[in-house]
């Protein structure tokens, strides 16, 4: 029984993951409460993989580590190109882009 404080911890994260993407209109802040999202993701597969006594938690976390990675590397260049273009972080100012 001890995966379970640490499930009880990766909901109360993804909760507030939640919550703040939800509730920010800047796009870093919405972008640090998807991470907040991802890592609380991780610590369920690690919880769950330690009850259970399997390593595909810890294979999970691996794959869910590498996509946090790329998706900070692509979202960053796409928040330095929105920056420069707009001269905001504010998500609603995005809506008149051209395709």
Sequence with gaps: MLSTP????????????????????????????????????????????????????E???LFILTLAAAEVSVALGIVLQLSHRFRTLDADAFCEMRG
Excluded: K, P
């Design 6 to 57: 640490a499930l009880v911890l990766a909901i109360i994260l993804f909760a507030l993951g939640l919550i703040g993407l939800l509730s920010r209109r800047n796009i870093l802040y919405m972008l640090l409460s998807l991470e907040i999202m991802l890592n609380a993701a991780a610590l369920a597969f690690i919880a769950g993989g330690a009850r259970w006594g399997q390593v595909d938690g």
């Design 59 to 61: 294979i999970m976390f």
